[in-house]
Structure formats: C-alpha cells, structure tokens
C-alpha cells in the first residue's frame, strides 16, 4: 500500500522561501515519478512540477519555473519541494502524489495519470 505523507506548510511572507517534504512508503519508489500538484480554493487541482526517481528529471509548471526545485533523498524515501520567492498567488492546499513511470512524460502533468495521493498541506503566502 503506497502512502503519502506530505509536511511542511505553513504561513510565510511574499518573497520568502518554504519547503515541502513528502514520505513516501509502501513501495520501492525508484520505479515511480512523485508530483506535486496545489489547489486553489474552487479551482481545479493543478500540476506544480514532477521528478523521475530513477534519474532525478524534473519538470515544472511555467508558473513556477526558476523558483521552485523538486529534489528525492534515496536514503530517506521523501522528496521536497522547494520553494523561493513566494508570491500570494502560491497560497493553495499542496499535494504529493506517485505514479508508476512511464517514458511517455505528458503523463507527468496530469493529476488524473497519478492514482497515490497525499492528504496535502497548507501554504498561505501573506501579502
């Protein structure tokens, strides 16, 4: 059983930096790709960047790109996101979520290829 535990939000101001982990268990996670995905109060859920365990690929969301930096630690099961420069409209319910790899990497973007999710965690960004 694949669970996902994501920690780290939390209340920071615009400009400043917070970061994001997410454990992962219940599996051997090098054959994975971990996402992020974030929630904006009623909107749809949407895809914030993503990494390839095997190799450490990465791939972000425009909006994010050059500010965020999705990283694994191997030996602790847990990837981070890692996030700078923080504007209000970063403020959202951040998600953790895994998918079986695949080499076909549009699936990557798109939350409904990914059948493990975390619970998520809080971000508010205050102006």
């Known amino acids: 059983q694949v669970q996902l535990v994501e920690s780290g939000g939390g209340v920071v101001p615009a400009g400043g930096s917070l970061r994001l982990s997410c454990a992962a268990s219940?599996?051997?996670?090098?054959?994975?790709?971990m996402g992020w995905f974030r929630q904006h109060p009623g909107t749809e859920r949407e895809f914030v960047g993503a990494i390839r365990w095997s190799d450490g690929s990465t791939y972000y969301a425009d909006s994010v790109k050059g500010r965020f930096t999705i990283s694994r630690d191997n030996a602790e099961n847990t990837v981070y996101l890692q996030m700078s420069t923080l504007k209000p409209e970063d403020t959202a319910v951040y998600y953790c979520a895994a998918q079986l790899v695949t080499y076909y990497t549009g699936y990557y973007y798109r939350k409904d290829a990914y059948p493990y999710w975390g619970q998520g965690t809080q971000v508010t960004v205050s102006s």
């Open positions: 219940g599996r051997t996670f090098s054959s994975f790709v």
